[in-house]
């Protein structure tokens, strides 16, 4: 009967049932276990299996549990880590062929909290190489497939997280997003998807490491985020990852909020809804589907709205010199001449770049402007809302769309709305709001700065005024 329940079983439960000793942590951990195996001939979700060190943890949970020894507040939750992420003593690819056998020798931060809020890890989930694009293809593994249609991408980086959480392996994972790799799979895929202001989840040694080209950089646009089937399950998840570290430079306190205790969205909150980013093509069907979700959160939950557009600053062009300045080039270079090993297209065409002073020093003072302007509009409005991405699931082999309704696009035009608040730094969400040909859309949440709480209370706001997404196609 577990093996039945458990797909669809929340975090808060599984912890509640567990700490209890109503359920053992091992028979969560065969029932995630059957899940996995049942879906992944499908999804391709996982790059590297922990499953003896799983079993192992959850033995010893139990035998403490037996004792009445206190426990987490993840206790016995199976949990799935983005292959960027580091853990140690397990397998991390980051998708590359450079790192196919690395083994780190220490744990990310937040792989440490999540151990010692007595969380199970599964194993280590798919990516794009090194996270350079919103996909789940590499060089190493199969494409990861959306469960909603197994030809389709979930979305990426955090390709392999968001499809094993949607397909009912786990109830929560980690993603990592420094231009929309949370948001942007949680979108495509029908989850929960949060990127919490800049600092609130220390991010250690990644981004960091610089032993380690490729997987060092994008210090002040990264964040390591949850994906969830509900608000509540990526809270609690916040609860346990988000907090200051001496290890992390750019981690601040977290005491202003509590991440479980989510208030009501006040009504009359004033609302700012940019429907398109500029001239930029959107599917019809997602931007009507968008709109009419919108406009029943406007009625459902007493915002007042104001549809506006973006600022006229080209942060795409901003976004893409950040990466570059922020990636250890000189690094990897020397890394592929040591091993002359293919790469995919996007680590090609980055290394290729050569960047002046000048550009690099446009590239900051246009994320300034971006910055103050962004700061200037938010003294208005509680929240921007905007589609969290321009089409619904591409082919799951493709890097992106070549098109939007038959137009052609650039490689960044399909999704547009999310990198600009990882240069913001500002907290933002993706929420399900809708089906499009049978496929998930999302609605991005962006608050002020340092507005983590309220986003929470938005999001959970419009999750119970929504129609439910129902489950994909492919589970467990």
């Known amino acids: 009967m577990l093996i039945d329940e458990y797909p669809t079983m929340s975090a808060r439960l599984i912890a509640q049932q567990v700490s209890s000793g109503a359920i053992s942590a091992r028979a969560i951990v065969e029932a995630a276990f059957s899940a996995l195996d049942k879906v992944e001939p499908v999804i391709h979700a996982f790059a590297t299996l922990a499953r003896e060190e799983a079993f192992a943890t959850a033995d010893a949970l139990d035998q403490r549990i037996a004792r009445g020894e206190p426990v987490g507040p993840l206790c016995g939750v199976p949990v799935a880590i983005k292959d960027l992420v580091l853990t140690k003593g ?130 002040s646009i990264e964040h390591i985020g949850p994906l969830a089937r509900d608000v509540a399950d990526a809270a609690l998840m916040l609860s346990v990852i988000a907090g200051p570290d001496p290890r992390d430079r750019w981690s601040i306190p977290c005491a202003d909020l509590s991440w479980t205790d989510i208030a009501p969205l006040p009504r009359r909150a004033k609302v700012l809804y940019w429907p398109t980013w500029h001239d930029q093509a959107i599917g019809q069907g997602l931007k009507d589907a968008t ?20 600022p006229e600053i080209d942060v795409h062009a901003t976004f893409r010199a950040m990466v570059a300045l922020e990636t250890d080039l000189t690094g990897m270079r020397k890394l592929l001449a040591e091993k002359p090993l293919p790469v995919s297209k996007a680590v090609t065409a980055l290394l290729s770049e050569s960047r002046p002073f000048e550009d690099a020093t446009d590239a900051i003072t246009a994320r300034k402007a971006f910055v ?23 082919a799951k082999d493709e890097d992106g769309p070549p098109t939007i309704d038959g137009k052609p696009i650039a490689p960044y035009e399909w999704c547009p709305f999310t990198s600009p608040f990882n240069l913001t730094g500002q907290p933002a969400a993706s929420v399900p709001c809708g089906l499009v040909d049978g496929l998930p859309i999302g609605l991005q949440i962006v608050g002020q700065h340092l507005g983590d709480a309220r986003v929470l209370s938005a999001a959970a706001a419009f999750e119970a005024a929504l129609p439910k997404l129902g489950r994909p196609p492919i589970h467990a």
């Open 372 to 394: 103050d302007e962004i700061a200037r509009i938010m003294s208005g409005y509680d929240f921007i809302l905007t589609p969290t991405l321009s089409v619904t699931a591409f």
């Open 90 to 219: 397990l397998r991390t690819t980051f998708g590359s062929n450079l790192y196919a056998e690395y083994i780190p020798d220490a744990d990310d931060i937040v792989v440490e909290r999540l151990k010692a809020a007595d969380a199970i890890i599964l194993g280590k989930t798919n990516v794009s190489e090194f996270g350079f694009g919103a996909h789940g293809n590499n060089m190493l593994f199969p494409a990861t497939g959306n469960p909603w249609n197994s030809d389709r991408s979930p979305g990426g980086s955090s390709a392999g997280s968001a499809a094993a959480v949607a397909a009912g392996v786990c109830p929560i994972a980690i993603g990592s997003d420094g231009g929309g790799s949370v948001r942007l799979p949680a979108a495509l895929s029908g989850l929960v998807g949060i990127k919490a202001a800049m600092g609130r989840v220390p991010v250690w040694p990644g981004c960091r490491d610089i032993s380690i080209p490729g997987a060092s950089g994008w210090e």
């Open 291 to 310: 709109n009419k979700a919108v406009a029943l959160l406007a009625e459902a939950c007493g915002f007042e709205l104001v549809v506006g557009a973006p």
